[in-house]
């Protein structure tokens, strides 16, 4: 069943039946205006005029805590949603990975983006590298992120290194490894290619989605608004990707199914080749500490796939 659904509501109108004023509310970091000014120019290349509103959420206001200490599952998207309830704004632009699999009563998402590049991504500084190969880093480097996913993968594939959790935005991020408060720091390439930032004075590492697993929905934008709210969904369903609506529901089905948010050491990439067979690999572990489990899985339809990942996560951890 499709992630993208209506549910019982509350209709509350915006603009009168021939308006084409949209008000969109957004996260003020550089790469949340980013995204929001991408849909902007979409929607105005189809007519809309587009009201741009920068809403701060918990996670914007709390920088000292890591995300899993961060109550909650919706914390960069609560203020946005209750935006929305309220009337205040007509739709907003989420990063797909950072909200819950279950929509607020009377929300709905009525649009997802075409996927940028999912991986995810290890700047180093030049010091940190003993060799040619960027992976031959120093023992007990320090490498910057504040997601368990990431931790456990970085941890799988580099026992030797310690981790720290690292906040703000982008480039904030990036200064604080180019500071050298981090030997290397972990993001996620769609970022660093939507800011388009310049890393020549590092070394990177793209990671490939299958065996470094990506966040579910990583790279996705999804487009949210009240449900029934008819004149808004009309224009969303216009920029709709419908090949990324197929893989993602694969993916937020599995973080559904495994009950967690954003904060959860799980990865969960989909991907549909040009023969129309998808292609999915998870990954997910209990803690930084504990042994990562990996499931791949190919066949020629979407259907129960997300079923079949989680039956075989969970018989890898009975087993183990």
């Avoid at 065996?211 to 487009?223: H, K, N, T």
Wanted: hydrophobic fraction near 40%; charged fraction near 25%.
């Amino acid at each position: 069943m499709s992630l993208i659904g209506f549910m019982k509501h509350v209709y509350l109108p915006s603009f009168t039946q021939n308006s084409v004023q949209l008000r969109l509310g957004t996260r003020g970091s550089r790469l949340a205006l980013w995204q929001a000014n991408h849909v902007s120019n979409e929607l105005s290349a189809l007519g809309y005029e587009v009201d741009i509103q920068i809403i701060k959420t918990q996670g914007d206001k709390i920088q000292d805590l890591s995300f899993d200490k961060l109550e909650g599952k919706g914390f960069f998207t609560k203020e946005i949603e209750d935006a929305l309830l309220s009337g205040e704004v007509d739709f907003a632009v989420h990063s797909m990975k950072d909200l819950p699999t279950q929509q607020p009563e009377g929300l709905m998402l009525a649009a997802l983006s075409e996927r940028a590049d999912p991986r995810d991504t290890l700047l180093l500084l030049k010091d940190s590298v003993t060799s040619e190969s960027p992976l031959q880093i120093k023992e007990n480097l320090l490498i910057g992120t504040s997601s368990a996913r990431r931790k456990a993968n970085i941890k799988a594939l580099l026992p030797g290194i310690d981790l720290k959790d690292i906040r703000g935005n982008v480039p904030t991020r990036i200064q604080k490894l180019r500071d050298g408060l981090f030997g290397g720091i972990l993001l996620a390439k769609a970022g660093l290619d939507r800011l388009e930032l310049d890393v020549s004075d590092l070394v990177v590492v793209h990671f490939e989605p299958t065996e470094f697993v990506p966040a579910p929905a990583q790279g996705v934008l999804a487009y949210q608004c009240r449900v029934g709210d008819k004149e808004v969904i009309k224009a969303l369903r216009k920029i709709h990707s419908f090949d990324s609506s197929d893989c993602t529901n694969v993916e937020r089905r599995v973080l559904q199914m495994m009950d967690g948010g954003c904060h959860l050491p799980l990865g969960v990439y989909c991907r549909k080749d040009q023969l129309g067979y998808y292609h999915a690999a998870a990954s997910f572990s209990n803690d930084v500490e504990t042994a990562l489990q990996s499931v791949k899985l190919s066949q020629s339809t979407n259907h129960k796939m997300a079923e079949k990942i989680y039956e075989s996560l969970v018989k890898l951890f009975n087993n183990n």
